[in-house]
């Protein structure tokens, strides 16, 4: 069973930085996706970059330029770097994970999912 593990989620002021890991166990992991997902009060669960285990990356248009996806496969954890972070960056982020094609990872079918760390951003 794919268990994920979300850490460094914290408060920052605007400009600031912060740097997500997520913890990756159960499987392999050949051929997965993995991508980080938030979701704003109020508001419904997002996709923000996601990254395929094979190689390959992929941002939506907010996180271009300002954020960087990676995958460790020795201690398959993902990470996620985010610099210049913005007010509307805050949100409960979310790893995901689940096998599958490109079509997939930029989806929000994936099949696991760890519990999530707050990211706060201060003006």
């Known amino acids: 069973q794919v268990q994920l593990v979300e850490s460094g989620g914290g408060s920052v002021q605007a400009g600031g930085s912060l740097r997500l890991s997520c913890s990756a166990s159960?499987?392999?992991?050949?051929?997965?996706?993995m991508g980080w997902f938030r979701q704003a009060p109020g508001k419904e669960r997002e996709l923000v970059a996601a990254a395929r285990t094979d190689g390959g990356t992929f941002y939506t248009d907010s996180a271009l330029g300002r954020f960087t996806v990676s995958y460790d496969e020795p201690k398959k954890t993902m990470f996620l770097q985010m610099n210049s972070l913005k007010p509307e960056d805050r949100g409960m982020y979310y790893c995901?994970?689940?096998?599958?094609?490109?079509?997939?990872?930029?989806?929000?079918?994936?099949?696991?999912w760890g519990q999530g760390t707050q990211v706060t951003v201060s003006s």
């Open positions: 159960g499987s392999t992991f050949t051929d997965y996706c």
């Open positions: 995901a994970a689940g096998p599958g094609t490109w079509r997939s990872c930029l989806s929000s079918d994936y099949d696991s």
